[in-house]
């Protein structure tokens, strides 16, 4: 299981296409040359051409922050997977809680959005959590079991086979502590993804191993390394410190220090 650890900058809505091009730019320079970590940013869909020409040949992929549940067709102003992927496009989050909680999207059309985006040869990131009411009744675990079992019992064969192929990534993203100061207790997020791993290994016990279990919460410079040196925890979804270059490349250079399964 000691494969480079995987930090994702989300970089939602922030920015203009100059903002964009200066920022891709400054990471280039500070982590550009960093060869023990898989690094991505998912970008707002407009800046996605822009990323393809700055980052491609480079070690920082991108990726896209959603994509449609549909292939194609009359659906105004959605965006398929096959067009991001067009782009160059590597990864494609999927199941936002912020999603989730703005718009109508749920956990069905999250698992249409995920299996879209492996017909398209993307690698998802499919993001669970749970909310903080769930977790102060003490329903945390069983509300991520639901739905990471969700997700699972949908897919027929064929897709649990290519989710296998394109190192679906999972991401544990507690909606409580997105965009907070609170981010989960190191030793509290570790089993989180250990029992998200456990479920994996019932569908396939060689890709559970493997599998990039990533947390997302408020990670920052400050306590990216005690997430990080967790033995389940493989990277981080990264939100307010990718949209400034020095705190994502500080964290990109802690994990860089590290590898998956392994504790410090
Ligand atoms: P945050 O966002 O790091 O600002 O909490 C994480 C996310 O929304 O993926």
């Not at 990264?238 to 399964?261: H, M, W, Y």
Request: with cysteine; proline share 3%.
């Amino acid at each position: 299981m000691h494969s480079k650890k995987l930090i994702v900058g989300n970089l939602k809505m922030h920015g203009r296409l100059k903002w964009n091009e200066d920022m891709l730019t400054a990471l280039l320079t500070k982590i550009g040359k960093i060869n023990n970590l898989d690094i991505a940013l998912c970008l707002p869909f407009p800046y996605l051409w822009r990323a393809q020409s700055i980052l491609s040949g480079t070690n920082i992929a991108w990726g896209s922050q959603n994509v449609s549940q549909y292939e194609d067709g009359a659906f105004t102003g959605s965006i398929s997977s096959y067009m991001v992927a067009e782009f160059g496009c590597r990864y494609a989050t999927i199941g936002h809680s912020k999603r989730r909680a703005l718009t109508s999207e749920n956990f069905q059309s999250a698992a249409n959005r995920f299996t879209q985006a492996l017909k398209a040869n993307l690698t998802p990131i499919f993001c669970v959590g749970e909310k903080e009411g769930e977790r102060e009744k003490g329903n945390a675990k069983a509300v991520v079991e639901s739905q990471v079992r969700a997700l699972l019992g949908s897919l027929d064969p064929q897709m649990l086979e290519l989710m296998f192929k394109n190192k679906a990534v999972f991401a544990y993203e507690p909606a409580w502590a997105i965009g907070t100061e609170n981010f989960a207790k190191p030793k509290a997020a570790n089993e989180m993804h250990e029992m998200i791993r456990k479920i994996i290994a019932e569908k396939n016990s060689e890709y559970a191993k493997q599998v990039k279990i990533i947390y997302g919460g408020s990670m920052t410079p400050d306590n990216a390394e005690a997430l990080l040196t967790m033995d389940n925890i493989d990277g981080g979804l990264v939100g307010r410190c990718s949209i400034d270059p020095s705190a994502f490349s500080q964290i990109c250079e802690t994990a860089n220090q590290l590898k998956c399964g392994e504790t410090s």
